[in-house]
């Protein structure tokens, strides 16, 4: 039974292994260009956490898209902007407390996400 655990191990584990690391190589490949880095755009948004329902939204690249989800990913806010921007407020509509991903589209159809924080009305 030794020798064939011993077998299993030393045959099958470096095919596991390789095909764990092929994958990754292939969502790295078409993930690439999809996402902007940190460093590539100069984004803000305040105040965080969000209270009395609005935020602003200021990037020194233009802006196409806005949609905010919460956690589990219902969107609850959806904004497209043909003349793409640099600043916008966004108001919503009584939004639960919790954590909601903002998912900020770019006119060179990059992606950057960011969380904020809502709290609710004082």
């Known amino acids: ?4 655990l011993l077998i299993f ?3 099958f584990l470096p095919l596991v292994t390789f095909g764990q690391r092929d994958s990754l190589s292939l969502s790295r490949q ?3 260009g999809y ?3 940190e460093q590539d755009v100069n984004l803000s948004i305040y105040p965080v956490p969000v209270r009395d329902n609005a935020f ?3 990037s020194d690249k233009e802006i196409y898209s806005i949609k905010i ?5 219902q969107e609850i ?4 902007y043909p003349n ?9 509509d009584n939004p639960k407390r919790g954590m909601y991903l903002v998912v900020i589209t770019f006119s060179n159809k990059s992606r950057l996400v960011r969380r904020i924080l809502i709290e609710g009305l004082n």
């Open 84 to 92: 793409p921007i640099f600043t916008t407020k966004i108001a919503l």
């Open 30 to 32: 078409y993930s690439k």
């Open 1 to 4: 039974m030794k020798q064939f």
């Open 69 to 73: 989800t919460n956690i589990i990913g």
């Open 56 to 58: 602003t939204i200021k």
């Open 35 to 37: 996402t902007m880095d």
């Open 77 to 80: 806010f959806m904004a497209n």
């Open 9 to 11: 191990m030393l045959v």
